[in-house]
């Protein structure tokens, strides 16, 4: 190991997880909150700090999939050949738990969630580390996640022992979970590896995810959501409908496709990158500029119906979910 400033800090982190703390990290997704995964009174601070009910189970991070045997049992096919196309990457695998992994990570499941991360600082992290991290998404919870160091203080401030910066994440929203636990493979999650792309791996079709599948709490209820009340608006009306809020008096923020804005007092408007890629990489850092601008409500331009925009899509739903409850 080279001593310069990030391995030093590396190592600084590495001693805060062996004592049980709590280290955010970068991935490409968005940020973790990491704690020892063998470790269930870490895993348990992690919860505390998130506000986050305990039987919403985490993602255990290893450094490679020769780790997946030492966390999951009855591993299939299916798996391993997700692993060798997608990691490391933003991938996560829902397999059968190894008798050791505490119900503290799976909130009590029979199964446990897998992903090797690309991040060169998650790698050298967990390297370092050498065992298993759990790493929920570096945000209080239900809000929208954390894609920079900067966002991770702003949610944790001292409550967490340390954030390791990265930088801004390259993929922008979470990874896609796939559980490989049941008779067939089902996505349980979308995220920038689309349905397609498992398909194209598996070569075969995914199933629904249906009542005997794993339970994925994140996925039922309202999360991601900025404070604001966020309304999905069609392409057609944005410009209607943003004109006749401002004539009430109403303040807007406005995340739109389209650059040309109106020219309104009392409206904030960001032109978002018109590809999904480029669309959920700046996502999170766009709904917290929104959520800051101090308006009464943000409106956001309803993705295409289309496989590449279904993790895009799916994210903004859960964000717009249970929005008029909390005007
Ligand atoms: O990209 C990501 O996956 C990020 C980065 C940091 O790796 N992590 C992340 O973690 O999004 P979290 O905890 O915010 O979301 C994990 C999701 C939750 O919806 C949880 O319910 C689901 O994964 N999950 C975890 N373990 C599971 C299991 N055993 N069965 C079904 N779902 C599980
Ligand atoms: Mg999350």
């Known amino acids: ?70 966390w999951a049992r009855d591993i299939p096919p299916a798996a391993h050949a997700l692993a060798r196309k997608f990691w490391p990457g933003p991938l996560t695998l829902i397999l059968k738990r190894a008798a050791h992994v505490s119900d503290a990570v799976t909130g009590g499941q029979d199964t446990v969630a897998l992903r090797v991360p690309a991040h060169p600082l998650a790698q050298a992290l967990l390297t370092a580390f050498g065992g298993g991290l759990v790493g929920p998404s570096a945000n209080r919870f239900g809000h929208v996640s954390a894609t920079t160091a900067g966002h991770v203080r702003t949610e944790f401030g001292d409550a967490i022992d340390d954030v390791i910066d990265g930088g801004a994440c390259e993929v922008g929203i979470e990874s896609t979970i796939v559980d490989v636990s049941g008779a067939a493979p089902a996505l349980l999650r979308p995220g920038q590896i689309t349905a397609a792309a498992i398909e194209a791996a598996l070569g075969a079709p995914l199933a629904a995810p249906n009542a005997r599948s794993p339970r994925a709490p994140g996925m039922l209820e309202k999360h991601y959501a900025p404070r604001t009340p966020l309304m999905l608006v069609e392409t057609d009306v944005i410009d209607e409908l943003t004109r006749s809020f401002v004539r009430q008096g109403q303040r807007v923020a406005v995340l ?34 929104l959520d800051a601008a101090g308006c009464d409500v943000i409106v956001v331009e309803e993705p295409p119906f289309t496989i590449e925009w279904a993790a895009v899509r799916d994210r903004l739903a859960r964000a717009a979910a249970g929005a008029r409850h909390t005007a």
Do not use: C
């Open 256 to 289: 739109a496709r389209d650059a040309r804005q109106p020219l309104l007092a009392n409206l904030t408007w960001i032109a978002a990158p018109g590809t999904p890629d480029g669309f959920a990489h700046d996502l999170y850092a766009n709904l917290r500029q």
């Open 1 to 70: 190991m080279h001593f310069n400033i990030a391995n030093l800090h590396i190592a600084r982190a590495v001693d805060a997880l062996r004592s049980g703390g709590l280290v955010a990290f970068p991935t490409e997704t968005v940020y973790g909150l990491g704690a020892d995964a063998s470790n269930a009174e870490a895993v348990k601070k992690v919860f505390a700090a998130k506000g986050r009910p305990s039987d919403h189970p985490l993602i255990v991070h290893i450094a490679s999939a020769a780790q997946m045997a030492h």
